[in-house]
């Protein structure tokens, strides 16, 4: 089974070619962050246009590095949600009309269902059940996954997003966007001793999050140090640590309270570098294994997109006949395959 992915949910355009015996056979990624750059943040009516530009010239390009033709293909898979609903039904309009010329089945895919079966595109997959942290900027998750849409919902923020409050604090400190990255790299250079920010939610049993607060502690302490010259890299650092220490406890956690052997970490703030590390010094401690995407897989990409699509349509699953876009949907809303999918 051969599969096409598009991925069109927010600023990036994503395609893909997964086949079911090969892997994955061709991909590629446009970044819309220059375009939004400007206007530090993504700007929606912008974001649709750039994917109605870019995603018919991308399919071609994949296509031919995978070397195949559309009569190769045995089904596509496009993000039906969530995120913004422009951007979305460019997507799922190129899905569905590619699927009618060629009659083949095109299935929606939820998007976080796609981060959160990314790292089986690794040569060492994990298998089922484990227990995964979606970490991006719209979306901070705990879920506890049983088998393919399987999903129980252990803990979600309650406030911003953890990608959020990144771009937020490194907006705050005068860092370009994407600030996520960015105030990653500022942290390296601050001095690990000087701040100690709060745990938020750490202090109370449960798995729920909640990242705001963080960001006010570093507005509070930027303006009590404003005069030094040193405070901005000091306060990358001190925030990353209370971020990354939080999800650290907050996993931990919920490998104890599921029994779970293996921790999946997905989503764009899964390829930061800090929070690969501890949390690996944490599933060590806890007799665990975990698993992450590679780094051009945890950002939204078409290749996690085409393997959702593969998986469901391998296991049986019947797409439904209309255009779906759905801004706001719930992982836990999702079902196992079955003949008829409800959205």
Same mark, same amino acid.
């Given at each position: ?22 892997? !994955? ?16 943040? #993504? ?11 870019? #995603?018919?010239? +991308?399919?071609? @390009?994949? !296509? ?80 506890? #996954? ?11 923020? /309650?406030?911003?997003? #953890? ?10 400190? &005068?860092?370009?966007?994407? &600030? ?15 701040? *100690? ?28 140090? @404003? ?12 925030? %990353? ?13 919920? +490998?104890? %309270? =599921? ?8 989503? &764009?703030? &899964?390829?930061?570098?800090?929070? *690969? %590390? *501890?949390?690996?010094?944490? =599933?060590?401690?806890?007799?665990? %294994? ?20 593969? !998986? ?17 949907? *719930? ?8 003949? /008829?999918?409800? /959205?």
């Amino acid at each position: 089974m051969r599969i096409l992915g598009l991925e069109t949910s927010c600023d990036e355009t994503g395609i893909a070619v997964y086949d079911r015996d090969r892997g !994955l056979l061709g991909h590629a990624l446009y970044s819309q962050v220059g375009l939004h750059a400007e206007y530090g943040g #993504v700007v929606p009516e912008l974001a649709s246009r750039d994917h109605v530009r870019k #995603v018919l010239p +991308l399919v071609r @390009q994949v !296509l031919d590095e995978a070397g195949v033709t559309t009569a190769d293909l045995d089904g596509i898979a496009y993000t039906a949600g969530p995120g913004l609903i422009g951007a979305l039904l460019v997507g799922a309009s190129v899905a569905r009309a590619l699927g009618w010329s060629l009659a083949i089945p095109v299935l929606g895919v939820h998007h976080m269902e796609g981060h959160l079966l990314a790292p089986m595109l690794e040569p060492d997959p994990p298998a089922f059940p484990f227990v995964a942290l979606l970490v991006s900027g719209g979306h901070t998750l705990l879920v506890q #996954v049983e088998g393919l849409g399987q999903y129980r919902l252990l803990g979600e923020t /309650v406030d911003d997003a #953890v990608g959020e409050a990144f771009d937020k604090t490194a907006k705050l400190l &005068g860092l370009p966007y994407p &600030g996520g990255p960015e105030l990653a790299r500022l942290a390296k250079t601050g001095d690990p001793a000087r701040f *100690r920010f709060p745990r938020p939610m750490t202090d109370r049993p449960g798995l729920a999050f909640s990242f705001s607060g963080l960001k006010t502690f570093a507005v509070t302490t930027l303006r009590r140090h @404003q005069d030094d010259p040193t405070i901005r890299a000091d306060i990358a650092h001190a925030f %990353q640590e209370a971020v990354v220490e939080t999800l650290a406890i907050k996993c931990r956690r919920a +490998l104890r %309270q =599921t029994g779970a052997r293996r921790l999946i970490v997905a989503g &764009g703030v &899964g390829a930061n570098a800090r929070l *690969r %590390q *501890r949390l690996a010094e944490v =599933t060590v401690e806890e007799d665990a %294994q975990v698993h992450f995407p590679r780094p051009e897989f945890c950002t939204d990409n078409g290749a996690m997109i085409a393997l959702v699509g593969s !998986l469901r349509l391998q296991a049986g699953e019947r797409p439904d006949p209309e255009l779906v876009a759905t801004p706001r949907w *719930r992982l836990d809303e999702l079902k196992p395959p079955g003949p /008829v999918r409800n /959205v």
